[in-house]
């Protein structure tokens, strides 16, 4: 079983997005998430969690957390959403350096914008870890 940690900024859209998405398709997988930005407490964005329920997920009861030294050694591996979170991460935690990377392309932060914008965002994060699963 692999531990998979998922990275963006406030830990309220794309990475709870990827969390659900990666589980879906890994159930026997460990997924967390978490910001390099977070406001700590923060529930999860409503069209992530309309994403979630389609998919038949939930994120009904995500609650936004910080990236911690604890996660980073919790994780085989660290997914992030763009190349500045994945430059963020190894400045802030070193350790991150060998399980760390970027999803291949930078995901764009969707927060305030329509659902459809989420759901490009979502099947963009999905295509991303199909190839990273498969490849």
């Known amino acids: 079983m692999s531990k998979v940690l998922m990275i963006c900024t406030g830990n309220t859209c794309r990475s709870p997005l990827a969390q659900v998405i990666l589980q879906k398709q890994q159930p026997d997988w460990e997924v967390r998430s978490a910001g390099v930005a977070a406001e700590v407490g923060s529930p999860a964005a409503a069209h992530s969690r309309q994403i979630a329920r389609d998919i038949g997920m939930s994120l009904e009861t995500h609650r936004a957390q910080s990236v911690t030294p ?7 591996q660290i997914l992030c959403m763009t190349e500045s979170h994945l430059q963020l991460l190894k400045r802030a935690f070193p350790q991150s350096a060998g399980k760390a990377r970027t999803l291949g392309a930078d995901i764009s932060d969707p927060i305030g914008q329509s659902l459809a914008i989420y759901q490009r965002c979502a099947d963009q994060i999905e295509e991303a870890l199909r190839a990273i699963v498969v490849g």
């Open 70 to 76: 604890e996660l980073v050694g919790w994780a085989d």
